[in-house]
């Protein structure tokens, strides 16, 4: 940890806790919204056209891209650090 970080944690030793309560409320929210595609598979499928499997295909492809790049993001995190 750099002296920088190390006098900011030393002011306001919550900081880190604020952090971690606003990564969780906003992954719960976005992971959330994700998973409501299966209460508007109807609806889209109805506005757009598309069959059933073309909107879960789409809903599979996110999830995949979300798990893939949560493990890129995270080694790229822990190499470079987050500041």
């Known amino acids: 940890m750099s002296?920088?970080?190390?006098?900011?944690?030393?002011?306001d030793p919550l900081y880190g806790w604020v952090v971690v309560i606003s990564v969780f409320v906003l992954s719960a929210v976005s992971f959330g919204a994700l998973a409501s595609v299966s209460v508007f598979l109807k609806p889209l499928s109805d506005d757009f056209g598309w069959s059933r499997a073309t909107v879960s295909f789409g809903y599979s492809l996110?999830?995949?891209?979300s798990a893939i790049f949560g493990v890129l993001w995270g080694y790229l995190a822990?190499?470079?650090g987050m500041r």
């Open 3 to 11: 002296s920088s970080a190390e006098d900011q944690f030393a002011r």
């Open 62 to 65: 996110i999830s995949f891209g």
């Open 78 to 80: 822990d190499k470079y």
